[in-house]
């Protein structure tokens, strides 16, 4: 997917660049972790995270090691 970016009225807005995680949010609720959770283990601020799950950027793999192995986050919640 393209990250396509537009300016509306001196503000940049940026779209998606993929679908949300929507496995991995209900993950993160059955396992009761919260973003906050996902940023301290990948140190990246709550704000990445977001961006991450919601599609506004990707995940790096490392990043997505690290959920599975200290998380335990399966990593079929990575798949469509």
Do not use: C, W
Not at 16 to 26: A, C, F, V
């Amino acid at each position: 997917v393209i990250i396509i970016e537009t300016e509306e009225r001196g503000i940049s807005m940026k779209n998606q660049i993929h679908q949300p995680y929507n496995k991995l949010k209900g993950a993160l609720r059955t396992l009761d972790l919260t973003y906050s959770d996902v940023a301290e283990a990948l140190h990246i601020s709550e704000t990445s995270v977001s961006h991450k799950i919601n599609g506004q950027s990707d995940f790096y793999l490392q990043e997505v090691i690290k959920m599975v192995t200290y998380l335990n986050i399966n990593i079929k919640n990575f798949l469509p």
